[in-house]
């Protein structure tokens, strides 16, 4: 009867102070993260408490990190978040309170991390940790992309600065330096799984520094009988001298519980931090690490009730109530662990106060001087979301960190980093071409997506009365382009030049009129201007740009033939662009390729590509490659390991497409061109760009053909492939 008390009052407590909720009559709003599998959590359970006055509303989040923003700004009042998230949540300074815990297990921290050794490499008296296991062999768990096993990054570079002096050549990466001070500090070891993300560049590291996988039992990667937890521990019984461990796997391992152990425990010892140790049946070893469980997080205002409701939820009688509160314990996933309340609730950092070490990881120094990647934004929410992806990213020691920095449009980016104020800047193929020939910049890596349809294509896209069967016909014809010296321009340019075997100076011959909008942006002449726009859209005196444009030019008859995405081709086709215009229905199809027949576009490219200058040295490059596939593999859509602590290609701010595409699915280097399937993608451009010469036309070639000088500013632009040539 106590306990049932209790839930009374405090389930009236609720009732009292629902009215500070942020919802409709002072609901409490709940902030819900889906995961990316088939079970939705909201879907299943948010109408049950609407549909039982539960007081409590659904709000769903892009991310973790979306879900804190709104607990900040008092647009929804609690959430589950991890430990990692608070402390992103104190490095912005989000004002918000931890009400509860969940616990799934009667244990004050969720993981305790200690340090196991061989007994034979100890010594008795006073000694010091450094001494006790230099030249030592070391049985690394690893580092992988789930926030508790084997353990992520920062807590594994924690651990390792406890032991090792830090490396700061600055003729190596970062994550180099920190893997060449492990290999000179122990003898040998098993350090097995990726050490990068970048395959290429994890086996030459592994080929330079071998000795960290001299003591491994395969090859040195997932599969290798000693990779994880589990293998460390194996390792360290079978050849190893120390590792680090989760304190519940080495007393199950080692039979220090109930169950059958597997190796024997008095050859073996923890190793406390002052190189001090003791036996593995002590009953309070001594712990490096604690990292705290989830928790229940609120705004101020709202703590309180939170904290009743949550408690409230405490009877395991819930998790098979089939009303709303067995709904609201499903959506707090209150089967993972019972909400254990804290009183008073306590604010983030004193909440991470309590677990020894796990705040200290997260502030380590770094090296002197600083080294940080500054990429450029072009807006104020671009440069907001490389700020929260900067904080997401540092949390999970992902190094060196970002700094975000704002130029007016992309122009004034790429000179940045062409200046050596930026060291990167993202863009969308539309600028691949003209950013490459001005700045000196290269795509460092691709934002690339498997689905052909949601790639950068080009098309030619003509009326299906007009009896144009083949590319050769297009000879001759009228064109529109989205806008001058973009991806379409450039995709035509190639492919025509390359189909046709021609010359620079043979292409005024080959259509009659064209459609460049944007070429009057640029420092060439009024003739110029007029031969370029005397056949586009004007609207109070503005030359009208874009796909939509260049379609209505070949819907109403203006042009022969539009050079469009297939994405724009598509939604003509299926009805879904909004314009009189288009209410016409008149039929168009894809003129395509002879050697093409299958995808029917003229050029594929990434839909983004993130430029850096084409100098870099080679740690350079490696560092920045490093950094953004990090951040592509916790924050990217690499299902099962997306951490939804933020999404770097979902929304932000209810927008979409922000800094990076949303229908990215990864960040590649070059390499990707050559493996499947994109290897079997014919015309793609980025290969073409890579493989021919850059400069093969001039502006002698066809200077004549205009009956006017271009400006001299105007000179380079037209080096490089740049202007189709007219017959006037």
């Known amino acids: 009867m106590k306990s049932a008390s209790v839930i009374f009052v405090l389930v009236c407590g609720v009732n009292i102070v629902f009215s500070q909720g942020s919802g409709n009559d002072g609901n409490l709003r709940l902030c819900i993260v889906e995961g990316r599998g088939s079970y939705k959590r909201a879907a299943r359970h948010c109408p049950t408490l609407d549909q039982e006055d539960s007081k409590v509303e659904c709000v769903l989040g892009t991310d973790r990190l979306d879900c804190l923003r709104r607990i900040s700004k008092g647009t929804v009042d609690f959430g589950v978040f991890s430990p990692e998230d608070l402390v992103a949540a104190q490095w912005a300074r989000v004002d918000v309170l ?59 570079g924690y651990l390792e600065s406890l032991v090792l002096e830090r490396a700061c050549d600055p003729k190596l990466s970062l994550t ?15 350090k097995a799984g990726p050490w990068v993300p970048d395959q290429w560049r994890d086996a030459e590291l592994k080929r330079r520094y071998s000795s960290l996988c001299a003591a491994c039992a395969g090859r040195c990667d997932t599969n290798d009988p000693y990779w994880g937890n589990q293998g460390a521990l194996t390792c360290l019984a079978e050849k190893g001298d120390i590792t680090w461990a989760e304190l519940e796997d080495v007393r199950t391992y080692f039979g220090l519980t109930q169950r059958e152990g597997h190796a024997s425990a008095d050859r073996f010892a923890y190793v406390c931090r002052d190189g001090s140790f003791m036996d593995l049946d002590g009953s309070e070893p001594c712990v490096w690490l604690h990292r705290p469980w989830p928790i229940i997080v ?62 200290e990881a997260y502030s380590q120094s770094g090296c002197d001087p600083p080294r940080h990647i500054t990429l450029c934004t072009t807006t104020i929410l671009e440069k907001n979301k490389c700020e929260w992806l900067n904080e997401a990213g540092s949390v999970y020691g992902i190094a060196p960190p970002l700094q975000c920095s704002y ?9 940045a980093v062409q200046d050596g104020r930026s060291d990167v800047v993202v863009t969308s193929s539309e600028y691949l071409v003209a950013a490459m020939r001005d700045y000196s910049v290269a795509p460092i890596l ?28 297009l000879k001759g014809k009228r064109a529109s382009f989205p806008t001058y010296d973009g991806v379409a321009w450039h995709s035509a340019l190639r492919y025509f030049m390359t189909k046709d ?57 203006k042009s022969d033939v539009a050079f469009i995405s297939m994405g724009t081709y598509n939604m003509y086709t299926a009805q879904q662009i909004n314009e009189d215009w288009a209410s016409s229905r008149e039929k168009l199809v894809p ?13 594929w490219s990434n839909i983004g590509h993130i430029l850096a200058p084409r100098n870099l040295t080679a740690m350079r490059r490696q560092e920045i490659i490093n950094v953004f596939t990090k951040l592509d593999q916790l924050f990217g859509k690499h299902y099962p390991f997306h951490n939804a602590m933020f999404s770097m290609y979902g929304q932000f701010s209810f927008k979409l497409n922000i800094l990076f595409h949303n229908n990215t699915k990864m960040l590649a280097t070059d390499d990707m061109l050559n493996t499947h399937p994109y290897d079997n993608i014919p015309l793609n451009l980025e290969r073409s760009l890579r493989n021919s010469n850059m400069n093969s036309c001039h502006s002698s070639d066809f200077l004549g053909n205009f009956g006017a000088n271009l400006n001299p500013s105007i000179l380079l632009l037209v080096v490089s492939l740049v202007f189709f040539v007219l017959r006037i």
């Open 591 to 603: 003129v395509c390729p002879e050697e093409n027949k299958k995808y029917c576009f003229i050029s």
């Open 176 to 190: 180099e330096n920190r893997i060449k001070a492990l290999a000179q500090f122990f003898g040998k070891a098993c």
């Open 407 to 415: 130029g007016a449009d992309t122009q004034a980016c790429l000179q």
């Open 298 to 359: 609120a705004k101020r205002k709202s703590a309180v009730a939170v904290a009743a409701l949550a408690s409230s939820l405490r009877d395991g009688s819930v998790l098979v109530d089939r009303h709303w509160r067995g709904a609201l314990a499903a959506l707090l996933e209150i089967h993972l662990g019972l909400p254990d309340p804290l009183q008073p609730p306590l604010t983030p950092m004193d909440y991470l106060a309590k677990a020894k070490g796990f705040r």
């Open 446 to 473: 691709h934002e690339a997506t498997p689905i052909v349809e949601k790639a950068s294509t080009v098309v030619a896209v003509v009326r299906a009365d007009a009896a144009i069967t083949d590319t050769s016909s």
């Open 98 to 156: 931890v009400t509860n815990e969940l616990r799934s297990k009667p244990k004050p921290f969720e993981r305790s991390v200690v340090a196991v050794a061989n007994r034979r490499i100890l010594q008795d008296g006073v000694t010091t940790l450094h001494a006790v296991i230099q030249n030592a062999t070391l049985c690394h768990p690893g580092v992988g992309m789930d926030d508790i096993r084997p353990m992520s990054d920062t807590l594994s």
């Open 501 to 557: 075997n021609i010359t620079c100076s043979d292409m005024g011959h080959y259509f009659t009129e064209i459609c460049a909008p944007g070429i009057e942006n640029y420092n060439v002449t009024r003739n110029v201007v007029k031969q370029f726009t005397k056949n586009c859209y004007v609207d109070d005196g503005n030359i009208l740009s874009g796909e939509i444009q260049a379609l209505r030019a070949v819907v109403e008859g």
